[in-house]
T-cell receptor, first 113, second 114 residues
């Protein structure tokens, strides 16, 4: 079984600052993928970033980067130069060789001017 | 145009009614999924389909059925809706390349059962 834990129900960041969202997971598999999805008020689920577990290098997408610590089963998301449009729910998810994504319960990010 | 569309976007219905939610995609993906989102619970898988002839139950399939009419269309039905099926429903698609399988979501359907 796989579980995903997001221990921060809510986070707040000022515009232009950096924020880190935490995610820990548990899986018995050695090969898996980790994802961060963003859900703005429009409720659309938008893929932010993806990390392959076999890659040691942390994934980066523009202002979004991850800190992947495989031994610790940790997968945090760092948002740099935060913008008002980054305000959303952020979900961490894991997928192994099976069929489905397992999601955490989400972190609500508030961005203040 | 959006790659994954869902209709309707919002629906209010009464207990006992039959409801169908539809999903269409232009991404050319072979895999399609239905998820349900409840407040504080994240998304949970209802059904998934790897091709037209392959349909499988997910974590919470009781009370739901699906139909894969074509590669691009995947419908979710509630045969007799009940209030605890009030939720946000998402369709997703993915391409079967290795098991990378990044899933792309539709805009969601908000269903309210009175």
């Amino acid at each position: 079984a796989q579980t995903v834990t997001q221990s921060q129900p809510e986070m707040s960041v000022q515009e232009a600052e950096t924020v880190t969202l935490s995610c820990t997971y548990d899986t018995s598999e050695s090969d898996y993928y980790l994802f961060w999805y963003k859900q703005p008020p429009s409720r659309q689920m938008i893929l932010v970033i993806r990390q392959e577990a076999y890659k040691q290098q942390n994934a980066t997408e523009n202002r979004f980067s991850v800190n992947f610590q495989k031994a610790a089963k940790s997968f945090s998301l760092k948002i740099s130069d935060s913008q008002l449009g980054d305000a959303a729910m952020y979900f961490c998810a894991i997928k192994n060789s099976g069929y489905a994504l397992n999601f955490g319960k989400g972190t609500s990010l508030l961005v203040t001017p | 145009d959006a790659d994954v569309t869902q209709t309707p976007r919002n629906r209010i219905t009464k207990t006992g009614k039959r409801i169908m939610l539809e999903c269409s995609q232009t991404k050319g993906h072979d895999r399609m999924y239905w998820y349900r989102q409840d407040p504080g619970l994240g998304l949970r898988l209802i059904y998934y389909s790897f091709d037209v002839k392959d349909i499988n139950k997910g974590e919470i399939s009781d009370g739901y059925s699906v139909s894969r009419q074509a590669q691009a269309k995947f419908s979710l039905s509630l045969e007799s809706a009940i209030p605890n099926q009030t939720a946000l429903y998402f369709c997703a698609t993915s391409e079967s390349i290795g098991f990378t399988d990044t899933q792309y979501f539709g805009p969601g359907t908000r269903l309210t059962v009175l």
